[in-house]
């Protein structure tokens, strides 16, 4: 379809689901002008819920739909669709196993206009500390379009994390998604580079212009838990350095699975990711994005301090 927006190729894929599963519906808090669950709304009315801006109810209904035997997903942005419901994803959906798809839309420091209270810069470290929770960051469009239709029929908890802007695709359009399995999209044998949702075309980006100096191989790993470590670390032995980017905190997210799966390995690593602090407003997306060191050059001066060791 050539969705360049994550949230826009959600919201259509969803619709499109739709069609032909019935179980399919959809809750709002309040901001489905915005994570797109207005396209289900549109399409579906009787099979959409609007719930006000009130996550945690939203998330114990979507819980009781789900044992009813629907596939609820529920929508808002991701700092507080994953934090503001934390307490019933973790006791009534997780330990429930119940089959309920959160999605945290505007995640990372994509809503750069309302600043930190806004930004998730934390979601995906403490949705993967849940136990039976499957967390999933796309690296674009394509891949979200195929990751809805992955955890549609998936049974059980996923959280899926969703970029606020437009920007281009870095995965081929229709490729199916495989849950777990992480994907190489640049060959290379110097350096690793493990990347994450929007920050995988900034990879990609860095690796291109170092070609010819430096040979980086760019991982796009799109789960994030389950996490496929013996994949991690055979896509990392011809390798001398590691660098993982992710428009995350370096705490417990990207860099954190990834240093646990190759611990044994005692290979150097160098992080670009959000240092510690909360997200700040900004007058773009791009000017956010460097004020925290998210930048094609950051992800280069990590390569190059890896392929100097």
């Known amino acids: 379809m050539g969705y360049i927006n994550q949230r826009v190729a959600y919201g259509n894929t969803l619709v499109e689901l739709g069609k032909t599963n019935d179980k399919i519906v959809v809750l709002d808090a309040d901001l489905c002008g915005s994570t797109m669950g207005k396209l289900f709304e549109q399409a579906y009315p009787d099979r959409h819920y609007e719930m006000g801006i009130a996550e945690a109810n939203m998330t114990s209904v979507a819980a009781g739909l789900a044992q009813t035997g629907k596939i609820p997903f529920t929508n808002s942005f991701a700092v507080f669709s994953a934090g503001r419901a934390f307490d019933q994803i973790r006791q009534t959906i997780s330990i429930g196993k119940l089959n309920v798809k959160i999605i945290g839309s505007s995640a990372g420091l994509s809503d750069f206009g309302d600043g930190s209270t806004h930004q998730s810069v934390e979601d995906i470290a403490y949705m993967r500390s849940i136990p039976n929770m499957t967390v999933i960051c796309p690296a674009d469009a394509n891949e979200t379009v195929e990751a809805v239709k ?34 190489v999209l640049k060959e290379g044998n110097q350096v690793a580079v493990f990347a994450t949702g929007y920050m995988t075309g900034i990879a990609l980006e860095a690796a291109y212009e170092l070609e010819g100096t430096i040979s980086a191989k760019v991982i796009n790993v799109s789960t994030l ?25 370096i705490i417990g997210g990207l860099g954190g699975a990834v240093s646990q799966a190759l611990c044994k390995a005692c290979k150097p690593i160098e992080f670009v990711g959000i240092n510690d602090t909360f997200g700040c407003s900004a007058h773009s997306y791009k000017d956010v994005l460097a ?19």
């Open 150 to 183: 992955a955890i549609a029929e998936y049974e059980g908890p996923c959280y899926l994390r969703l970029n606020r802007n437009d920007y281009n695709n870095v995965t081929v359009e229709g490729k199916k998604f495989e849950i777990g399995v992480p994907t």
């Open 225 to 249: 838990k389950p996490f496929n470590e013996k994949l991690i670390i055979e896509m990392s032995e011809s390798c001398r350095g590691i660098v993982t980017a992710e428009e995350h905190s």
């Open 291 to 309: 004020y925290h060191g998210l930048t094609k050059e950051h992800v280069i001066d990590a390569i190059k301090k890896m392929a100097a060791i």
